[in-house]
């Protein structure tokens, strides 16, 4: 079974940092980009990093700076660590194993998306 489990998430003021992991299980960790989303209420799911499975980085413009993804193969875990966090981060952040890194957030056969985990950011 296919698993992508997300943890990390919680409550930080604004300014402070979070580190989120992404436990992966069920297929070949290795062989996949790792991507990470977030969707807040009313908005629409937007693609913030990614990790390919050569460990190329890939980040949204508008996180830039602030964020950074990597990737721990012997572990298959990944990781989304993000600083200056602002109350516009808030937002639920989910993890996806792509066959190729990309931000946008469709998913195709062979992706696999994990459920997610809450991140609020107070001011």
């Not at 992991?21 to 937007?46: K, L």
């Not at 980085?57 to 600083?83: D, I, Q, W």
């Not at 194993?97 to 991140?119: C, K, S």
Request: charged share 20%; with cysteine; glycine share 10%.
């Amino acid at each position: 079974e296919v698993q992508l489990v997300e943890s990390g998430g919680g409550l930080v003021q604004a300014g402070g940092s979070l580190r989120l992991s992404c436990a992966a299980s069920g297929f070949s960790f290795d062989d996949y980009a790792i991507c990470w989303f977030r969707q807040a209420p009313g908005r629409e799911r937007e693609g913030i990093a990614c990790i390919s499975a050569v460990d190329r980085p890939l980040y949204a413009h508008f996180v830039e700076g602030r964020v950074a993804v990597s990737r721990e193969n012997a572990k298959n875990t990944a990781y989304l660590t993000m600083n200056s966090l602002k109350s516009e981060d808030t937002a639920v952040y989910l993890c996806a194993a792509l066959n190729t890194p990309r931000l946008a957030t469709f998913m195709l056969p062979g992706d696999y998306l994990g459920q997610g985990t809450q991140v609020t950011v107070s001011s």
